[in-house]
């Protein structure tokens, strides 16, 4: 029997190739971002974190706080905005290999990092030239204070907060029932990697579930409370971790959670499918 052929416009598969390889190459500039986050957050839990703030800002703050920080904070920048791009890619045309409602939550999905990494992306850039970039915490009770001066302003913030939450939850399955493994083409990993990028990923989005939980609880008690100044970022929710009973113990784990998420970044940006 002759093989059937496939016959696909050479232009598109290299754009698509070399649109592919920036992204990827973003997604490891995204882990190093947590890494460093969870650097941050261990400071906090030892007693060290008087410094920059423990979230996305405050890592990209802490790589630009020299000279040769500053060339490393442009690459990352960079990159960021390639893993921005190559998710709006995946918004529009992704996720082939699923169907139906859950393509449609992948492509919501990837919109929505397309948007936070272009934000970490614009912060990146800016805190490279001088200009500084807003603390999230800032950011987040400006927002929050925007929303309770509108009418039902209370009612709205606790709507975001449960939509919040439901983030949380869905990072927390997520990682329980390792379906990002589904986006993952396993076999372009050495096969002794395989097991730890599953382990590193469900640790990873357990941690992020409970920092999205955290960040629900602050912003549901500022709406219940009606003061944007309860609300706050993932800054916040690692701080009020370290304030529980246990709390060193708790962050301890809630970063080293941060921190797998990120090594997993490097392993799934090798291995996502196309």
Same mark, same amino acid.
């Given at each position: ?23 990827? @190459? &973003?997604? +490891?500039?995204?882990? %190093?971002?947590?890494?460093? *986050? $969870?650097?941050? #957050? ?5 007693? /060290? ?102 009418? @039902? &302003?209370? +009612?709205?913030?606790? %709507?975001?907060?449960?939509? *919040? $939450?439901?983030? #949380? ?5 997520? /990682? ?99």
């Amino acid at each position: 029997m002759n093989a059937v052929r496939t016959r696909i416009p050479i232009g598109r598969t290299r754009g698509s190739t070399t649109a592919q390889a920036l992204g990827r @190459a &973003g997604m +490891a500039c995204y882990g %190093v971002v947590h890494l460093i *986050v $969870a650097y941050l #957050a261990l400071r906090i839990a030892f007693g /060290g974190g008087s410094g920059a703030p423990a979230d996305q800002n405050g890592a990209l703050q802490e790589i630009g706080s020299n000279a040769a920080g500053r060339v490393v904070l442009w690459v990352l920048a960079i990159g960021l905005l390639a893993f921005g791009l190559w998710q709006m890619l995946m918004a529009a045309t992704g996720y082939q290999w699923v169907s139906g409602g859950e393509r449609v939550r992948k492509r919501l999905g990837s919109a929505g990092r397309a948007i936070v990494v272009f934000a970490l992306g614009y912060s990146a850039i800016r805190i490279a030239v001088g200009a500084g970039s807003a603390a999230g915490n800032q950011r987040q009770q400006e927002a929050t204070a925007k929303l309770l001066s509108l009418p @039902a &302003g209370p +009612a709205i913030v606790v %709507v975001a907060a449960c939509c *919040v $939450a439901a983030v #949380a939850v869905a990072a927390g399955v997520k /990682g329980v029932r390792r379906s990002f493994m589904q986006d993952l083409d396993t076999f372009e990993l050495p096969r002794a990697t395989r097991r730890w990028v599953a382990r590193l990923g469900t640790g990873g989005y357990l941690a992020k579930g409970v920092v999205f939980a955290v960040i629900a609880v602050l912003l549901g008690y500022a709406g219940l409370r009606s003061d944007a100044r309860a609300a706050g970022g993932l800054d916040a929710a690692l701080r009020t971790l370290a304030g529980q009973p246990f709390g060193t113990v708790l962050l301890t784990i809630v970063a080293l959670g941060l921190a797998a998420f990120g090594a997993y970044c490097f392993g799934a940006a090798w291995a996502h499918r196309r």
